[in-house]
């Protein structure tokens, strides 16, 4: 128990009064509305206290920063030794627009790197396809070969910045491209530091970058996380990705279990088909979430996803080191809160989920810019982003204690409901033989529309508020500047590819596209063939060709 | 000839997997009476017309996140004109600034939806504007 038994008395006693007056108060004055809950439609009381937390154990449940089950944090020494990372996501235009912008934020002070790469890339299609047309360097930098890869790194220090790459059925081939520019320059594979995301099953679930069918996306996926084990330590070879599921509509409650649900998958499938121990690449998974508007919903959410995770890797996986506990994770602010009305007033939503981060313990965070509902952020406007983080650090003071929530009556009662609920989805999914076979019966993917649908139907019905949307709505319309990329990249990108395929040994690439065809067929590890096919100037599109072939092509069931 | 339900088509163009618009989109026109098809992601433009005819929808609906509608949209209208489909109503949607709209207009769309529209209001512009043709 919590409490002492003679203090809950004490406190039920006095809340039985508290509530007497309630009662009376709200028959006079009736509440504002009759539904109090969060943006995911958790309900929440009016009031929290001891209570609610009688049944929590101390030891196992809340205990100290750096100890079981970091709850209150990895770092003994929270903010104080090093804030979180600031690591904008960046990419447009060619390879050398996308460096320009790297070498700005750096010199604003941003501390980590992160890609968007544009849709061709993502999909695994070269800028030359047909599939690409009007898509080249529109949402993120068109990567085509290693060519292009060299100038989007060059000046950047890979021994000293890391970087993040959002890329996921390409991800071997990307991330062979950064080894590859790190040993041309001459930085040791153990020297390199970042994160790959890496996640296929949240694809299927959310995002639909869709490629391979799920059990061989996986599989591409176990090789990266023995590949990065055995020779690039320092690298996160997945980022398990909640973010994409709640854009897609999930709720929190979903995300947190979808997503942990998804680490469990992975986890699952390097042991069993790598023979790896778990505490062998364990301390390299990391985790992304999303920093939604609903302040303390946010936070609970990221306090229950390390001590689940904690729980799961110690008692479900028999992980013993310690590092092997810890869930690390980067975080963005909710793109989907943001509004297209009264587009100013995304600094404040964006501000506000910031603070959650900060709050809830992230490692990393990207602030998302105001314009970024409409188009990808100026120069400007990331500014004004990556500034909010400073304020947040530098100015506001909540990083002078760690996890200053802790102990909250209501944040810790809502952490654990919320990491109840997720355990419940855990469990359901175990029943449909884990997330591959959920995905096959389309259960996230339902759930996920059922939830973005219902989210629809309160914000038509202003039962759910968004300000400039269903209410304070004004007619004058905000002039912002937009960026616009321009369709000559899509020439200048072809036109590049077309001079490398000329001037590139045919034979070399030719042998290494077989040799990843053959790797693919007897299910030994790629990654060291991708590293030598990029080296050989084989193309983003000519290797996931080889994918397709030998995997299949996996199309979008289309639910709704 | 007796008045047939709506067809409705939603599809996405293009390269990029933001569909929770097209699918919550979707829904709602299957819960308001209309036969609904949806396509799912990643279709060309080619594969969206030819879906079209196949299914003789009345109505197309696009949805686009990635920037790329200037170029996708006008392109599927296009198809739909190649085979002889020039009846079937074209709409879209998505993240689409002001100055494109009536590049999407003059390319032969009859409505453009952006962020901000109630699902209501959607369903009562298409009841007012489309007619289920007769051509069956």
């Not at chain 1, 909640?242 to 469990?264: C, K, N, P, W």
């Not at chain 1, 590890?525 to 000519?542: D, G, R, Y």
Request: charged share 25%.
């Amino acid at each position: 128990m919590y409490f002492a038994k003679e203090l809950l008395d004490k406190s039920s006693k006095m809340r039985q009064q508290w509530e007497d007056e309630v009662k009376k108060s709200v028959a006079k004055h009736a509440d504002l509305k009759e539904d109090w809950s969060t943006v995911s439609s958790l309900p929440i009381n009016r009031l929290y206290g001891p209570e609610d937390i009688k049944d929590m154990n101390f030891e196992e449940d809340i205990a100290y920063p750096g100890q079981f089950p970091y709850i209150r944090g990895n770092q003994v020494s929270g903010y104080r030794g090093r804030h979180w990372t600031y690591r904008m996501f960046s990419g447009f235009g060619t390879a050398r627009d996308t460096n320009t912008r790297w070498h700005e934020l750096l010199a604003a002070g941003q501390t980590g790197l992160s890609t968007a790469f544009d849709f061709p890339t993502l999909m695994g299609y070269d800028s030359d396809d047909p599939k690409a047309r009007g898509e080249c360097g529109k949402c993120g930098v068109a990567i085509d070969t290693l060519e292009d890869f060299l100038v989007l790194v060059d000046g950047i220090p890979m021994d000293k910045i890391t970087t993040s790459m959002t890329i996921n059925p390409p991800a071997t081939i990307l991330w062979a491209m950064y080894c590859a520019a790190a040993e041309i320059k001459g930085v040791p594979l153990d020297r390199i530091g970042g994160t790959i995301q890496n996640d296929m099953l949240k694809e299927f679930i959310a995002q639909k970058t869709l490629m391979c069918p799920p059990e061989p996306s996986v599989k591409l996926i176990s090789d990266t996380v023995e590949f990065g084990t055995k020779h690039v330590p320092r690298w996160n070879t997945i980022s398990i990705s909640g973010y994409h599921i709640r854009e897609a509509g999930s709720t929190a409650v979903q995300e947190l279990a979808f997503t942990l649900r998804d680490g469990m998958e992975y986890v699952e499938d390097v042991m069993k088909r790598k023979g790896l121990d778990i505490d062998e690449f364990a301390p390299r998974l990391s985790f992304f979430f999303n920093s939604h508007i609903d302040f303390f919903e946010t936070i609970a959410m990221m306090r229950a996803a390390r001590r689940i995770w904690a729980k799961a890797m110690r008692d479900r996986y028999n992980a013993k080191d310690e590092r092997s506990w810890w869930m690390r994770f980067h975080t963005q602010t909710a793109g989907c809160s943001l509004t297209a009305q009264q587009p100013f007033n995304n600094v404040v939503r964006t501000a506000i989920e910031a603070l959650a981060a900060v709050l809830g313990g992230t490692q990393s965070l990207h602030t998302n810019s105001l314009d970024e509902v409409w188009c990808l952020p100026t120069d400007f406007a990331v500014q004004i982003a990556l500034r909010t983080q400073q304020v947040i650090a530098e100015e506001t003071g909540v990083i002078n204690t760690i996890d200053p929530l802790a102990g909250s009556y209501f944040v810790e009662a809502l952490t654990n409901e919320m990491e109840e609920q997720a355990w419940d989805y855990v469990h359901k999914i175990d029943d449909m033989g884990g997330m591959v076979g959920a995905i096959d019966k389309g259960f996230p993917q339902m759930e996920l529309a059922d939830a973005a649908y219902t989210f629809q139907q309160q914000i038509d019905s202003a039962e759910k508020i968004m300000v400039g949307v269903n209410k304070y709505v004004i007619d004058e319309k905000a002039e912002i500047p937009l960026l616009d990329i321009e369709d000559r990249i899509e020439k200048e990108q072809i036109a590049r590819l077309n001079e490398v395929k000329r001037k590139r040994d045919g034979k070399a690439a030719k042998k290494s596209l077989d040799d990843i065809k053959n790797a693919c067929k007897t299910g030994e590890n790629v990654m060291p063939h991708c590293i030598e096919a990029v080296k050989n100037l084989c193309s983003v599109q000519e290797i996931c060709d080889v994918y397709r072939e030998v995997y299949g092509v996996f199309r979008d069931p289309a639910m709704y | 000839m007796a008045k047939r339900k709506l067809r409705i088509m939603v599809a996405k163009p293009g390269l990029d997997g933001h569909d929770r618009g097209a699918r919550v989109l979707a829904r709602c026109f299957r819960d308001a009476g209309y036969e609904t098809i949806y396509t799912g992601c990643h279709q060309t433009p080619e594969e969206i017309a030819a879906a079209a005819v196949q299914e003789d929808v009345d109505c197309l609906g696009l949805s686009c996140m990635s920037g790329a509608h200037r170029y996708l949209f006008p392109a599927t209208v296009e198809k739909l004109r190649e085979l002889g489909a020039d009846d079937i109503q074209v709409i879209g949607g998505g993240i689409i600034p002001d100055a494109d709209y009536q590049v999407l207009y003059d390319a032969g769309l009859k409505g453009v939806f952006v962020p901000g529209i109630t699902l209501d209001d959607i369903i009562k512009w298409i009841n007012e504007n489309i007619v289920p043709n007769m051509k069956d």
